[in-house]
């Protein structure tokens, strides 16, 4: 199908890329001019900012308790934004409706952003909020059952890096991995999928762009095929957790998410790849008010209960 018209309509909007050179200031200025007042936001039982101490240092969480209950699995969720981009706050509302639809209490991480704080940081800020999660789970009411986490574009490559870190260190208890339009594979080769031709320019993420926004993640010399920057290099995939992907049909990142997905079920983990339809780069933060978008929330949910304590 086309793209849908709605995103249409927003896309129509935007001023083409006019080459300048990338402002992160400006640019997370501009993000937070648009976060809604607190009173338009999805009400919930509870929602409460905290600290979790790890081993890489102090990292803002935001705790969203979706209803009162005995106890919850738990979602760690990681926002999007290039790496260099994004909040607590302007993710709010994609953590509110994790919440919501899982059931889950959604503990969203506020990592260190590049080019401040360039690889690994933002990784082990998300690796070590899953590790205290875990410890703090009788305080957080955890029911000992799911421990998921979930990301969207370059927090999708914090999920995955998180999930293979995890493995090798041992750390069993993550039970599911969710990834919306993940960002897999920043060994930049514009040949190398075919959706970062097909959907090159005109749909929001524009594939001349990845390489200037991944450029900020990798400032400190980091090495581009290291399996833990660009997770589809991992050779051995098997002992993941079963995963969720879910792509969209006008992405430039389309095509790696979906190897992702099919590499996983190669190496025997229980993994379903969900393309969307008419859908670019970013639906599930910018197009959720959709509700042909808004049901990645219930896929999710769906995943979180059909793989319950796996």
């Given at each position: 199908?086309?793209?849908?018209?709605?995103?249409?309509?927003?896309?129509?909007?935007?001023?083409?890329?006019d080459?300048?050179?990338l402002?992160?200031?400006?640019?997370?200025?501009?993000?937070?001019?648009?976060?809604?007042?607190?009173?338009?936001r999805?009400?919930?039982?509870?929602?409460?900012?905290?600290?979790?101490?790890?081993?890489?240092?102090?990292?803002p969480?935001?705790?969203?308790?979706?209803?009162?209950?005995?106890?919850?699995?738990?979602?760690?969720?990681?926002?999007?934004?290039?790496?260099?981009?994004?909040?607590?706050?302007?993710?709010?509302?994609?953590?509110r409706?994790?919440?919501?639809?899982?059931?889950?209490?959604?503990?969203?991480?506020g990592?260190?952003?590049?080019?401040?704080?360039?690889?690994?940081?933002?990784?082990?800020?998300?690796?070590?909020?899953?590790?205290?999660?875990?410890?703090?789970?009788?305080?957080?009411?955890?029911?000992?059952?799911?421990?998921?986490?979930?990301?969207?574009?370059?927090?999708?490559?914090?999920?995955?890096?998180?999930?293979?870190?995890?493995?090798?260190?041992?750390?069993?208890?993550?039970?599911?991995?969710?990834?919306?339009?993940?960002?897999?594979?920043?060994?930049?080769?514009?040949?190398?999928?075919?959706?970062?031709?097909?959907?090159?320019?005109?749909?929001?993420?524009?594939?001349?762009?990845?390489?200037?926004?991944?450029?900020?993640?990798?400032g400190?010399?980091?090495?581009?095929?290291?399996?833990?920057?660009?997770?589809?290099?991992?050779?051995?995939?098997?002992?993941?957790?079963?995963?969720?992907?879910i792509?969209?049909?006008?992405?430039?990142?389309?095509?790696?998410?979906?190897?992702?997905?099919?590499?996983?079920?190669?190496?025997?983990?229980?993994?379903?790849?969900s393309?969307?339809?008419?859908?670019?780069?970013?639906?599930?933060?910018?197009?959720?008010?959709?509700?042909?978008?808004?049901?990645?929330?219930?896929?999710?949910?769906?995943?979180?209960?059909?793989?319950?304590?796996?």
């Amino acid at each position: 199908m086309t793209i849908h018209p709605e995103i249409a309509k927003i896309l129509g909007t935007l001023p083409a890329p006019d080459g300048s050179p990338l402002n992160p200031a400006a640019m997370r200025a501009r993000e937070a001019s648009q976060v809604l007042p607190l009173e338009d936001r999805l009400p919930l039982f509870l929602v409460e900012d905290a600290t979790a101490v790890t081993a890489s240092g102090e990292v803002p969480v935001r705790i969203y308790t979706p209803a009162e209950a005995d106890a919850y699995g738990l979602l760690v969720y990681f926002h999007g934004g290039a790496f260099f981009l994004g909040s607590l706050d302007t993710h709010d509302h994609v953590a509110r409706s994790l919440a919501r639809e899982t059931g889950h209490k959604v503990i969203s991480v506020g990592y260190r952003l590049a080019p401040e704080a360039a690889f690994p940081a933002g990784l082990d800020d998300c690796y070590g909020v899953v590790r205290w999660a875990a410890e703090q789970g009788a305080s957080l009411g955890w029911d000992g059952k799911n421990l998921a986490i979930a990301g969207d574009s370059s927090g999708g490559n914090f999920v995955a890096a998180v999930a293979a870190q995890a493995h090798d260190d041992g750390f069993d208890l993550i039970t599911h991995q969710v990834l919306f339009y993940p960002s897999l594979d920043l060994d930049f080769d514009v040949d190398r999928y075919a959706s970062l031709r097909e959907n090159a320019e005109g749909y929001g993420l524009e594939t001349a762009g990845l390489l200037p926004f991944n450029s900020f993640y990798l400032g400190n010399g980091a090495d581009p095929s290291d399996p833990l920057v660009s997770p589809i290099k991992r050779e051995d995939l098997a002992g993941l957790p079963p995963a969720l992907v879910i792509t969209a049909e006008y992405d430039p990142l389309r095509d790696e998410g979906e190897l992702y997905g099919q590499r996983l079920t190669e190496a025997g983990v229980d993994a379903t790849v969900s393309r969307y339809a008419g859908a670019n780069h970013g639906f599930v933060a910018n197009f959720s008010w959709l509700p042909e978008f808004y049901r990645a929330f219930g896929e999710t949910a769906a995943f979180l209960d059909g793989n319950a304590g796996q």
